[in-house]
């Protein structure tokens, strides 16, 4: 009697600590942003793009180099997308049309890159600052490694492109 008093009393003892280790989930999803933060990728979780959605998404954001600043514009899923949205390509509409026309080698690489994006990608929007992917990580590290780096090629081709232009000093009279 006194030794099954003894396992229930350690068995309340360790209970919580087994509460407190990660799901397989949340494992595979820190070594997804590890992997993706050791590419240069900033991982962040942020307040949803979509409209209506008080959630927080996670926010893969491919920088563009300062002296590049890359266009602005918002393509969404859509299943996400309101069908009054301009489309894109097959399953993506623009929320926010890029000012500067795309070439049409990057159009095609664009279009391309959202085909091979996991269905739970909601939504790639880029600024001046950085080409970001949202999305609810559904990929292991070794499937996400190539869409990473066409990613990063994209944002590549989208560097420079900027819908705003830089402002330059004054001019200096004589």
């Known amino acids: 009697m006194v030794w099954l008093i003894i396992l229930v009393a ?5 209970a919580p600590a087994m509460w407190l280790r990660p799901s397989a989930r949340q494992q595979r ?16 979780l942020e307040p949803s793009p979509l409209h209506n959605d008080g959630d927080r998404m996670s926010a893969y954001r491919w920088p563009y180099p300062a002296q590049r600043p890359g266009p602005d514009f918002m393509l969404v899923h859509d299943d996400q997308a309101s069908v009054a949205l301009k489309p894109f390509v097959e399953g993506w509409r623009w929320r926010k049309e890029p000012l500067q026309t795309l070439p049409a080698s ?7 890159l959202l085909a091979e994006l996991p269905s739970d990608a909601v939504a790639v929007e880029s600024n001046a600052e950085a080409l970001t992917l949202w999305w609810d990580e559904s990929l292991e590290p070794t499937v996400f490694a190539p869409l990473a780096g066409d990613l990063a090629e994209l944002r590549d081709g989208l560097a420079g492109r900027p819908d705003r232009p830089t402002a330059r000093p004054p001019l200096q009279g004589p």
């Not at 350690?10 to 360790?14: C, P, T």
Request: hydrophobic share 55%; aromatic share 8%.
């Open 10 to 14: 350690v068995g309340l003892v360790f």
């Open 29 to 44: 999803v820190m070594r997804l942003r590890d992997a993706a933060s050791r590419t240069g990728v900033r991982v962040r």
């Open 106 to 112: 990057l159009r095609e690489r664009f279009a391309a």
